[in-house]
């Protein structure tokens, strides 16, 4: 994947999602020590170019649809004063779970929760933040139950 390419890409998510146009013009930057896939700061896309060249077109415009939502919802600048990796966590589950409600489909490796389904990233990040466990810990749990739910029944169990 090149610059070409990406701007490609681009279009295309702009077309399906016009209210993305206003976040469209980001500075694109390949950098595969800094991103193990795709992210943005809100001004700059950036991308590893080897894990791009493995998906196929319809998850390059899910890739970049989600990074141009966080981009659009002022993802960076609403975290100042949270937990950043809980913040990014919450971020991400919300924004996979919109994308998905709009017929997008993910890599597989993607991680999300059911939790966030129909919630805000303040809600889930809130939700995040109550279970009083480490980034580690909650990590695991959606990774391997794409849930959290067993992180809250240990929380509810303690409170007996």
């Known amino acids: 994947m090149d610059k070409k390419d990406a701007k490609q890409i681009i279009d295309k998510v702009v077309k399906r ?3 993305l146009k206003n976040v469209a013009n980001v500075k694109i930057l390949f950098d595969e020590r800094k991103v193990d896939a795709a992210a943005t700061n809100g001004k700059t896309l950036f991308l590893n170019s080897k894990y791009m060249d493995n998906l196929n077109e319809e ?3 899910t890739i970049f649809a989600f990074c141009l939502t966080q981009a659009s919802l002022k993802h960076n600048e609403r975290m100042k004063g ?3 990796e809980l913040w990014q966590l919450a971020s991400n589950a919300v924004i996979v779970e919109l994308l998905k ?3 997008l489909k993910f890599p597989k490796e993607c991680i999300t929760f059911d939790e966030a389904k129909d919630k805000t990233i303040d809600e889930v990040y809130e939700m995040l933040t109550g279970l009083n466990k480490s980034i580690g810990e909650i ?3 959606v990774i391997e139950n794409h849930s959290i739910a067993g992180l809250m029944v240990e929380e509810d169990e303690r409170d007996r």
């Open 17 to 19: 999602f016009p209210n």
């Open 82 to 84: 949270k937990d950043i």
């Open 101 to 103: 409600k709009d017929g």
């Open 59 to 61: 998850e390059k415009v």
């Open 139 to 141: 990590g695991k749990e």
